[in-house]
């Protein structure tokens, strides 16, 4: 034992030097859903073996189901064993949203007492492990009929788990369900750009860069970008924006040479340094109405947004600098290596799996690009019953989960060629994105959230 100490020692000793101390943030990635849409916001989570089909109706497949009180569009976010989830509860009772493919820009008439929480599930049996109460009150803004007063994943690094409520403000918990903090950033009334009487409510999910929480509040009037200190709550930087009304969340794109801050907004795309909130670069040309967050792969970023006309898909080189609008006619200058009009997604994320763009329209239409050349692979509807899509696509072992608001979820074959799988039923509607860990899918419905394995 002395003498494999002698050869381990030194090679540990290196190991530290380049990694830095083991800690919370260290955990292996498959146990971990740290955010919207997992590690990064990529949705990938490979060697998981999850089951191709199963029913939460029938509980084939379902490890166990958990009922969540109360109306959120929220994914629910993981940490090891700890499953985090929030909800906002109507003292009406009978809340509701409406879901579906509409034009309807009307508010929700619930304005009646709420009650903001958080809890923490056991990830292994659904149980309860903490709850708490962040806000009770009336709502301070209104919520889109289709949306509800709790739409924003919360993050967690393994240290803090933070939860965004709009206009309820930001709140901040350890790991055993203490406040640590809480920050009012105001009333934020986001809506229509065109019409300033419309109220929808907030979306955009925390994110967490080291030791900052970093929130995109784009909004009617005075729009900003904000990171607070984790540990207290305090602004270490604030950026106003000359923006409309968005609804995205931001992306870290840890950069070989530089990180940046990825914002998708209708004025423009931005890249920021997360450390000083600096604009770096910027990129026009976007849709009145933005909502898919953007994601990478080594060098490339991706951007969408799905409001005609325009409809973008843009795939950005990192490391741009200034103004990189392209000029009328072009699709791709030094920055943008390639972008398509009329293609991009209104409510979900595109996907970068094994070399291929996935982009999920609202209506049931999914296209595969090559990454690298732009060049369409397929456009294939999924054969769904017909409310659509708002939850994102997410990945695992060469399969692709796309959850949608009928209660269904279509499992794809990766790949260039479309292969739809299975169809599998859960009875409930789905507007959140599901996330994946520990061999286990976990699935928020209207008013259960399932796990789902072997």
Same mark, same amino acid.
């Given at each position: 034992?002395?003498?494999?100490?002698?050869?381990?020692?030194?090679?540990?000793?290196?190991?530290?030097?380049?990694?830095?101390?083991?800690?919370?943030?260290? *955990?292996?990635?498959?146990?971990?859903?740290?955010?919207?849409?997992? %590690?990064?916001?990529?949705?990938?989570? !490979?060697?998981?073996?999850?089951?191709?089909?199963?029913?939460?109706?029938?509980?084939? $497949?379902?490890?166990?189901?958990?009922?969540?009180?109360?109306?959120?569009?929220?994914?629910?976010?993981?940490?090891?064993?700890?499953?985090?989830?929030?909800?906002?509860?109507?003292?009406? &009772?009978?809340?509701?949203?409406?879901?579906?493919?509409?034009?309807?820009?009307?508010?929700?008439?619930?304005?009646?007492?709420?009650?903001?929480?958080?809890?923490?599930?056991?990830?292994?049996? &659904?149980?309860?492990?903490?709850?708490?109460?962040?806000?009770?009150?009336? =709502?301070?803004?209104?919520?889109?009929?289709?949306?509800?007063?709790?739409?924003?994943?919360?993050?967690?690094?393994?240290? +803090?788990?933070?939860?965004?409520?709009?206009?309820?403000?930001?709140?901040? +918990?350890?790991?055993?369900?203490?406040?640590?903090?809480?920050?009012?950033?105001?009333?934020?009334?986001?809506?229509?750009?065109?019409?300033?009487?419309?109220?929808?409510? #907030?979306?955009?999910?925390?994110?967490?860069?080291? %030791?900052?929480?970093?929130? *995109?509040?784009? *909004?009617?009037?005075?729009?900003?970008?904000?990171?607070?200190?984790?540990?207290?709550?305090?602004?270490?930087?604030? #950026?106003?924006?000359?923006?409309?009304?968005?609804?995205? #969340?931001?992306?870290?794109?840890?950069?070989?040479?530089? #990180?940046?801050?990825?914002?998708? @907004?209708?004025?423009?795309?931005?890249?920021?340094?997360?450390?000083?909130?600096?604009?770096?670069?910027?990129?026009? &040309? /976007?849709?009145?109405?933005?909502?898919?967050?953007?994601?990478?792969? !080594?060098?490339?970023?991706?951007?969408?947004?799905?409001?005609?006309?325009?409809?973008?898909?843009?795939?950005?080189?990192?490391?741009?600098?200034? !103004?990189?609008?392209?000029?009328?006619?072009?699709? @791709?200058?030094?920055?943008?290596?390639?972008?398509?009009?009329?293609?991009?997604?209104?409510?979900?994320? =595109?996907?970068?799996?094994?070399?291929?763009?996935?982009?999920?329209?609202?209506?049931?239409?999914?296209?595969?690009? %090559?990454?690298? /050349?732009? *060049?369409?692979? +397929?456009?294939?509807?999924?054969?769904?019953?017909?409310?659509?899509? $708002?939850? @994102?696509?997410?990945?695992?072992?060469?399969?692709?989960?796309?959850?949608?608001?009928?209660? %269904?979820?279509?499992?794809?074959?990766?790949?260039?060629?479309?292969?739809?799988?299975?169809?599998?039923?859960?009875?409930?509607?789905?507007?959140?994105?599901?996330?994946? @860990?520990?061999?286990?899918?976990?699935?928020?419905?209207?008013?259960?959230?399932?796990?789902?394995?072997?």
């Amino acid at each position: 034992m002395k003498v494999i100490n002698r050869f381990l020692l030194p090679i540990l000793a290196l190991i530290m030097m380049i990694e830095g101390p083991i800690s919370a943030q260290k *955990q292996p990635v498959r146990n971990n859903w740290p955010s919207f849409r997992g %590690d990064h916001a990529s949705g990938v989570a !490979d060697r998981q073996n999850l089951p191709d089909q199963w029913d939460g109706e029938k509980g084939t $497949s379902v490890k166990w189901k958990t009922t969540i009180p109360g109306l959120a569009h929220s994914s629910p976010v993981l940490w090891g064993d700890q499953l985090f989830v929030t909800t906002a509860i109507s003292s009406r &009772g009978a809340a509701s949203f409406k879901r579906g493919l509409y034009g309807d820009g009307d508010a929700s008439d619930d304005t009646s007492e709420h009650t903001w929480k958080i809890y923490c599930l056991d990830r292994r049996t &659904g149980k309860t492990v903490w709850e708490r109460v962040a806000f009770q009150g009336a =709502p301070r803004e209104k919520r889109h009929i289709k949306a509800t007063y709790a739409n924003a994943t919360p993050a967690t690094d393994g240290r +803090y788990v933070v939860a965004f409520f709009g206009s309820q403000g930001i709140y901040a +918990y350890d790991m055993k369900g203490a406040l640590v903090w809480r920050k009012d950033l105001g009333r934020l009334n986001a809506g229509a750009y065109d019409l300033p009487e419309y109220e929808w409510g #907030t979306a955009s999910s925390p994110i967490i860069y080291r %030791d900052l929480v970093i929130v *995109q509040c784009d *909004q009617q009037q005075g729009s900003f970008l904000t990171a607070l200190n984790i540990k207290t709550g305090n602004t270490v930087w604030k #950026t106003p924006r000359e923006e409309l009304p968005s609804w995205c #969340t931001p992306t870290i794109y840890p950069g070989k040479s530089r #990180t940046e801050l990825v914002t998708n @907004s209708p004025n423009f795309i931005r890249g920021y340094d997360p450390d000083s909130g600096k604009e770096l670069w910027r990129l026009g &040309g /976007s849709s009145k109405i933005t909502a898919p967050t953007p994601v990478f792969t !080594d060098d490339l970023i991706v951007v969408a947004s799905g409001r005609r006309p325009e409809m973008p898909l843009f795939v950005i080189r990192a490391g741009a600098n200034g !103004d990189i609008t392209l000029k009328d006619g072009q699709t @791709s200058n030094a920055a943008v290596v390639w972008s398509k009009q009329k293609v991009g997604s209104y409510m979900p994320t =595109p996907l970068i799996y094994q070399g291929y763009l996935y982009v999920l329209r609202n209506q049931g239409i999914m296209s595969c690009y %090559d990454l690298i /050349s732009g *060049q369409e692979k +397929y456009t294939e509807r999924i054969p769904h019953q017909g409310s659509g899509f $708002s939850g @994102s696509p997410v990945a695992a072992d060469g399969k692709i989960y796309l959850p949608s608001e009928d209660g %269904d979820v279509f499992v794809v074959k990766a790949g260039p060629k479309f292969e739809l799988i299975a169809t599998n039923h859960l009875g409930q509607a789905l507007m959140a994105t599901p996330a994946i @860990s520990g061999g286990m899918m976990f699935i928020r419905a209207e008013k259960d959230l399932f796990a789902i394995g072997r």
